[in-house]
């Protein structure tokens, strides 16, 4: 039941192997032996520290086939907070590509935590093939650290039952057809890029091509996999189209049947600028949560225009926009917002985490009789379509006024000049606190920046526009492509911010 899966074909690109699901069964049979023969068992946890090749997706079912439960780990974090991961989730395997340096296998042993790399093994030897172990629908199957891997970790636990219902949804809302050829860009470390983009497909039968994730080789030949593979379907974030849209020449075979964009919010004019280079019928907004098993609504919407904010209806759930956040507000009738009320979105589904590992007080915050705390603040209009503002942490409280930090994203990303944007928080005497702005430009001309001001005066109210102006060549982000709004303002506080009056085109 829970391993029946009819997988298709792995296939990397960029290297040329292609495993065929025969291929693949024997590999799974294989490194699942060797884990009974280590002493894995049921209900152990697996530390994974690489991913988007075919062998990850291997050591993703041989755990499971034996009953543990898989940790997919950033392969960019360091030994310290490899540690810190493995002395909160207490790991029994670590599991690497290539021998790890000596510092991770330190930490790891001060774990007490066994280390094998793949690279020492034989995982294409025949193995006799053996049932699965008896895993349970509510055993856990997935933990994806989303913070902490410093101080305190939040790891979210989906078990096979919250991760066989997300994908049960999304094959009663989206079918399989269109994913019958699926390109993976993303991190598999993370929600969107493994669950959604990747499992799903995979395991309804549908060919996975794997790519290294957030490269720029692998972007700027973006549009020739397309064509050399024939890729019916691909999902990425939108900082990763903004890359690819400038330097990946659009595909020339109409291939592409569905594109999806999720994990951050979608400006109309990005929306219009993909949907154009993609030339794919569908280019769906995709809205999705870690703790709801990724994605949850989308723009499944007979004859929708791109808008900014947009999300459109749930798949597999139910959505509610409360004018409270806490728990409890979800059982108040009277805290329901009215059509095109903004406030806070609540989901119920079949989906949701099992909850954070060891962090009870963390869940019982944002989880109340099966309904999740989103953080997200939106409206639902008179059609029942999500439409998304920002997020409640990251509401900047501008003298009473409040200022969703998305809102300036989006019209700042509107002018042409625009490669990157990230608007957030400062603090001010009088005000309490005031928008600030980091820009990364095309050109960034002095009569540039003077344009992007003007166009900027024009879109936004006149509480929303930025104070603080700041021109980078680059905004961090994380590895699975989102961007931290403390961390660039912490940045941009070593910065210079650029002279207003000059932007004004005047001298004072």
Not at 17 to 30: K, L, Q
Not at 88 to 93: D, F, K, M, S, T
Request: charge should be negative; charged fraction near 20%; aromatic fraction near 8%.
């Amino acid at each position: 039941m829970l391993l029946g899966h009819r997988f298709g074909a792995l296939v990397e690109p960029a290297t040329g192997r292609v495993w065929t699901s025969a291929e693949i069964t024997r590999r799974v049979s294989t490194r699942a032996a060797q884990h009974r023969a280590g002493g894995l068992q049921r209900g152990d946890r697996v530390f994974i520290h690489f991913g988007n090749c075919n062998e990850f997706f291997v050591e993703v079912l041989a755990a499971w086939r034996v009953g543990a439960c898989v940790v997919p780990i950033d392969p960019a974090f360091t030994p310290f907070e490899i540690e810190t991961l493995a002395a909160w989730a207490r790991p029994q395997l670590s599991v690497w590509f290539d021998p790890p340096g000596a510092d991770s296998v330190a930490a790891m042993e001060r774990s007490g935590v066994e280390t094998v790399a793949l690279a020492g093994l034989d995982t294409t030897a025949a193995a006799e093939a053996t049932r699965p172990t008896g895993v349970h629908l509510d055993d856990d199957a997935l933990i994806l650290f989303t913070s902490g891997t410093t101080g305190d970790p939040k790891g979210v636990v989906h078990t096979h039952r919250s991760l066989q219902a997300r994908w049960s949804s999304l094959r009663d809302h989206l079918g399989v057809d269109a994913f019958e050829r699926t390109l993976c860009i993303l991190p598999t470390h993370f929600g969107h890029g493994l669950i959604c983009n990747s499992l799903f497909p995979w395991l309804a039968g549908c060919d996975l091509y794997v790519q290294p994730p957030f490269r720029p080789e692998t972007l700027v030949t973006l549009g020739e996999t397309v064509d050399e593979h024939g890729i019916t379907f691909l999902s990425s974030v939108p900082a990763v189209w903004r890359l690819a849209l400038r330097i990946s020449r659009a595909p020339t075979i109409p291939s592409l049947r569905r594109v999806c964009i999720g994990s951050a919010p979608l400006s109309e004019s990005l929306w219009r600028s993909v949907q154009e280079w993609s030339g794919a019928p569908e280019v769906l907004n995709a809205y999705g949560i870690t703790e709801t098993g990724s994605w949850l609504a989308g723009t499944t919407v007979d004859g929708f225009e791109p808008e900014d904010g947009l999300v459109g209806v749930p798949w597999g759930g139910v959505v509610r926009v409360l004018r409270r956040g806490e728990p409890g507000a979800e059982s108040d009738p009277d805290a329901l917002c009215a059509p095109d009320e903004l406030g806070h979105v609540w989901v119920s589904t079949p989906a949701l985490m099992r909850g954070y590992l060891d962090r009870d007080d963390l869940t019982e915050k944002v989880v109340a009789d099966g309904w999740f705390a989103t953080g997200d603040i939106g409206t639902l209009d008179a059609h029942g379509r999500l439409y998304l503002r920002g997020r409640e942490r990251e509401e900047i409280n501008k003298g009473g006024l409040k200022v969703y930090p998305a809102d300036i994203d989006t019209a700042i990303e509107s002018f042409p000049a625009t490669a990157d944007v990230c608007a957030f928080a400062f603090e001010d005497l009088l005000l309490g606190e005031e928008v600030g702005v980091a820009v990364v430009l095309h050109d960034d001309a002095p009569d540039t920046m003077r344009a992007l001001h003007a166009w900027t005066v024009e879109r936004l109210a006149k509480h929303q526009v930025p104070r603080r102006w700041y021109l980078l060549s680059a905004i961090p982000r994380t590895s699975r492509g989102k961007v931290n709004r403390a961390t660039v303002a912490n940045q941009c506080a070593n910065e210079t911010p650029l002279s207003v009056a000059a932007l004004r085109g005047t001298s004072t």
